[in-house]
């Protein structure tokens, strides 16, 4: 969530620079030779996967494990959707798509779980204390997960051509400083409505390191949802998803989400991902695009 001023975004994200090293990812694909359309899985939750193909427009991707089975069209040559798998455990997803069938090996356990750049938290999945990333980078004035430091540098840069001043202003932010920040506006605005703007520890996507929250250089209406007005605001609504960033508290989803909208607030799943999110505008939140519970309350 996006409920720090600039000042405190930076101070909360700068001690996180000595956090290890990120290893080897644990993203798994399958390609057998070139004529094969490419296919990602990587785990979302404990006990759910996504199953992202680069396929022909009009294709349909479909991936099933065990008795459970999904399917879903390619828009503009790409296909993602949510299966259920084993917790907490290794599983074989079996995945058809334009006329092949192959089987792809996939890990919900915690070290991939912290691995995956499609890894879902919110109000009914909770990080812990030890849930940080393992490689962090500088990307302006905010520290995030390294990959996305040039993602944003270059979102940043084709503002710029647009004559759009877009900044971050908050990136990671650790479980003890998210749980020191929520307890702070639950003194001042009382529980139920800190609940409404502010993420309580462990279920901030901030935690993961993928999310970022941008303004303006002018800071016009900054962290207030009359941002997607401004220029800055409508340049992001367009064109965030070109750099893999997606808005994820959109209006009129509190009931699936548990925030109020945050047109700031991006959240990073990726070139493929974000792209089929900005063609299928009917699906609005990740829980929806993977299948998952609607988490309004904890």
């Known amino acids: 969530m996006s409920d720090l001023t600039r000042r405190e975004a930076i101070a909360g994200s700068g001690a996180a620079l000595t956090l290890a090293m990120l290893g080897a990812g644990t993203a798994q694909a399958a390609r057998s030779d070139e004529n094969e359309p490419h ?21 349909v ?38 006329d092949t069938r192959r089987a ?3 890990d919900t356990r915690v070290e991939a779980l912290r691995a995956s750049e499609l890894r879902v938290v919110n109000k009914r999945v ?12 500088t990307a302006g004035a905010v520290v995030v997960d390294a990959r996305l430091q040039h993602p944003i540098k270059r979102m940043i840069k084709a503002a710029k051509k647009d004559k759009v001043d877009l900044e971050a202003v908050s990136g990671y932010r650790s479980f003890e400083y998210q749980e020191s920040l929520y307890a702070r506006y639950e003194r001042r605005d009382g529980r139920k409505a800190a609940d409404t703007y502010s993420a309580r520890a462990g279920h901030s996507e901030h935690q993961l390191g993928l999310t970022i929250d941008v303004r303006g250089a002018d800071a016009l209406h900054e962290l207030e949802e009359s941002f997607k007005d401004t220029p800055t605001g409508k340049w ?6 070109e750099f893999g960033f997606v808005v994820r508290y959109q209006e009129g989803q509190e009931k699936t ?8 607030h991006l959240r990073y799943v990726g070139d493929d991902v974000a792209r089929f999110l900005h063609e299928r505008r009917d699906i609005k939140t990740l829980e929806e695009l993977f299948d998952l519970p609607a988490a309004p309350g904890y």
């Open 39 to 59: 296919v990602v899985v990587l785990p979302v939750t404990p006990d759910r996967v996504a199953v992202v193909a680069r396929v022909g427009s009009g294709e």
């Open 61 to 98: 991707l479909k991936a099933s494990q065990g008795a459970e089975s999904r399917s879903q069209t390619a828009v503009k040559d790409i296909a993602v959707l949510g299966l259920a798998v084993a917790k907490n455990a290794r599983s074989r997803v079996v995945v058809e798509v334009a």
């Open 104 to 106: 792809i090996d996939v």
């Open 126 to 137: 909770a990080l812990t204390n030890k849930d940080k990333p393992k490689k962090l980078a």
């Open 236 to 241: 992001v609504a367009a064109h965030a998803h």
């Open 257 to 264: 989400t548990g925030y109020r909208a945050e047109p700031w």
